[in-house]
């Protein structure tokens, strides 16, 4: 795994936790409807079959079209939550990478 594929991972594994870590159910309600929206333009992207290499290439692209599956879905806090939502989104994607290892 290059050093690069590296740290987008630890990246998706921080957002995870800071995910995870959300107490408010209102928050990790609509965290978690942002997160939907962004793994399914993951697939439409990435499809079923990938590496994650494949899946980090994507991520270095995912801030202008996250942003816009983000406006989309009316999130109206989406500016402070994109980056959360985005790595968390990975992660999560990241576990269907034929390469994957937890």
């Known amino acids: ?3 690069a594929t590296e740290s987008a991972k630890q990246e998706w594994e921080q957002a995870y936790r800071a995910f995870v870590d959300v107490k408010e159910p209102a928050l990790e ?7 939907e929206a962004i793994l399914g333009e993951l697939r439409r992207r990435v499809g079923g079959m990938f590496t994650l290499t494949q899946l980090a290439d994507e991520y270095g692209r995912a801030d202008v079209w996250a942003r816009h599956v983000l406006s989309e879905q009316d999130a109206r806090d989406w500016p402070r939550t994109q980056s959360l939502v985005e790595g968390a989104a990975f992660h999560l994607y990241a576990r269907g990478a034929v390469d994957y290892e937890p």
Request: hydrophobic content about 40%.
């Open 1 to 3: 795994m290059t050093a």
């Open 29 to 35: 309600t609509r965290l978690g409807g942002q997160i």
